[in-house]
């Protein structure tokens, strides 16, 4: 994924679509970081004033949950279920050997995942967003050897 | 022209079924046949995704597991007159794993084309919606007190009670907010009817509307599930086109609008009050009770909240009646359960039937034992904060009062199978992990007996003061049990305790050990 540079202009465009909203800074700031592929720095500011609370609001919902990040992604984002499910199908032993497997790459992120509904086709993964099933190294390795 | 079924569920993708769609298109289209492709739900027997069926003039046939390299194989058996192959699974209806289910709240999954409203409408649906039009909010709420439907979600609450107690509170506002937030390892039956049946969902929701009083509504889906967001987005968007959904409800006076909010990635935001702060754009932490959200819930107002389960499976107790669905079941547990049958297990996927079955039937009858091919060892029932049971408690009738009296607890319809590989000590060091991961911070049991819990537990690993380390756990537990504010500190010592109790071997053979 190819996400544009920062710019406040765009950020206060991205800002003004949510920020009426009941509620707004949880989904504005999904909505910066769908844009720019994360949460930058100068938008938290930006983000408080528009939605009307303190800066330290901001940071603790920024901060609180997983998926919001606050440094650019990797181009390549996957991620391996090693919950119970996945468990049982050997998921930490995949999680391990893909991560050493990729270790050089430094165009790929492999991140946990705390199930993603696929658990009768476990261990599962998801490769930019795309569900996987019965995930091996061998076809995660294959799959991000052909993005 | 012949209509092929491809599932679009995302399990189904998520093994092929996207490869097999654009194969069976180009190799149609180079042999000058007119195939139209649907792509369904998931029928939910997921050991056999991707699952291709063809209707003929005999019904539907179904052929499975289907790989883009068998495209090929399939028309020269010529497949699309039902001709004979080695994945051919005859009539769809009549596979067994199947046709001995007994499908209420997944009769259509799997059946129609997730976003074609003719295709839900002649399938039943809408049905409940105009009968519920038809009637006062009382006798809505009435008939879903007469039902005995209670809350899918895990707690089990009855569903009347809590529309209720929402209709009763006055309020110049109510909400209606589904919890689609599915965050237990194990169960993935929220997802498909998001992804093969949403309609169905938005018309729960919509009944719930009328039943309160409520005008809007909020479903809270996980990142997690992309698939299922963009469905639910398609979904509300041509419901609103169509009249069942927006103002003035096919026709009436009725009006209810859904709109979406998307997790962060938040286990806990699973437990209804943190899911509330969730949607009004704050950090997940836990409310204290009371109030309670039936009264004081989203934005202060009164607010129903209920899964997706439940509210999916309100149209079939409107259309269908309350005796009917109170006709299924065993004890104060009525109607029919979604189980999920996943982890190590040969035949997983979606097992709709009348609670009081057993779980040695889900696991043996249908899941077919393990996938490895090794022997059963445990069994995790109800996510993360469910108990491991042993082999030895097949026996046990699946409903919730049975699995509490036998130290359990239904939850969300879950199961997850292990082999004899499974090292328990390690499981119960994982539930401690995952709460202190996820845990929201505002009790202390939760945020730092966690935390304890884990390192007392590997000490335990390690072989130090097994039998005081072990004393040590099960204090925590009772404390975490009792001290906590919601059931992710609450319920983190079920599976903890539930290994020690049945797996003891698995603790005390480590002295020594440097595992």
Redesign the interface.
Known sequence: MQFPAWSQERALDVIARTSGE???????L?GIQEYFGYVPDGAVALIASA?NVSRA?VH??LT?????RTELPRKVQIKI?V???????GARDVAESARKSVIDNLDVEISN??????????P?A?VD??????VSVKSLVKEISQL | MTIVYVPGDSAARSVGADQVAIEIASQANARGLDVQIVRNGSRGALFLEPLVEVLTSSGRIAFGPVSADEINSLFEADFLNGGDHVLALGKSDEIAWLAKQDRVTFARVGIIDPLSISDYESHGGLTGLRKALDMKSEDIVEQVTASGLRGRGGAGFPAGIKWRTVLNTVGEKKYICCNADEGDSGTFADRMVMEGDPFMLLEGMTIAGIAVGATEGVIYIRSEYPDAIEMMKKAIVLANEFGSLGENILGTERSFHVRIRVGGGSYVCGEETAMLESIEGKRGVVRSKPPLPAIEGLFGKPTVINNVLTLATVPAVMSGGADAYKARGVGRSVGTQVFQLGGNIARGGIVELAFGTTLGSLINDYGDGTFTGKSIRAVQIGGPLGAYLPASSFDVSMDYESLLAAGGMLGHGGLVLFDESVDMAIQAKFAMEFCALESCGKCTPCRIGSTRGAETITKIIDGQDIDGNKRLLLDLCEVMTDGSLCAMGGLTPLPVRSALLHFPEDFDSRIGATK
């Open positions: 009941p509620g707004p800074v949880l989904v504005t999904q939605c609001d603790g919902v609180f949950y997983h998926d919001l279920c919950a119970e499910a996945c468990q049982s199908m995942a705390y199930c993603l509904g696929n658990c009768a086709l476990a599962a998801s967003g795309k569900l996987r099933g019965r």
